[in-house]
């Protein structure tokens, strides 16, 4: 069974709202992403991606979006400790809230940066890179 987990790209004055990942965190602590996570069972609904996305940015970050998010693409992969995962990542489009680490056991800090800012960041993984890249041409 496969681990779903949804992630917000969100660009505000030609920035992207992006996260220092705490030490804490099981996979990948400490580098650079977007804010995000797994999306909850729920039983039977409709949107739950996409609900999942905008409740995980408020509760990360303390941000929220306008209504409509926009598919920007998947893909997957294991866990250090073998848990297949399945990531997507949406574009989001900023509302309001002034971005702030909320959930320090997920989140150590909270930027935005520049596309170029990002590409060159030492602690910026290669997925990471991949997302906002693709996030920047669906913009």
């Known amino acids: 069974m496969f681990i779903v987990n949804v992630e917000g790209a969100v660009c505000k004055d030609g920035q992207w709202l992006m996260i220092t990942r705490s030490m804490k965190e099981e996979h990948a602590g400490g580098t650079l992403s977007l804010a995000g996570g797994k999306v909850d069972r729920e039983g039977h609904t409709l949107d739950i991606l996409e609900r999942t996305v905008k409740r995980e940015l408020y509760e990360e970050v303390g941000v929220e979006v306008k209504e409509s998010v926009t598919y920007v693409y998947s893909s997957s992969f294991v866990t250090d400790d073998d848990r297949p995962v399945i990531n997507m990542v949406f574009l989001c489009e900023y509302d309001k809230g002034t971005p702030y680490s909320k959930s320090p056991d997920e989140v150590e800090s909270v930027q935005w940066m520049t596309l170029s800012e990002i590409m060159n960041h030492p602690k910026a993984p ?11 041409e669906a913009r």
């Open 126 to 136: 290669p997925w990471t890179k991949e997302s906002v890249q693709r996030a920047e």
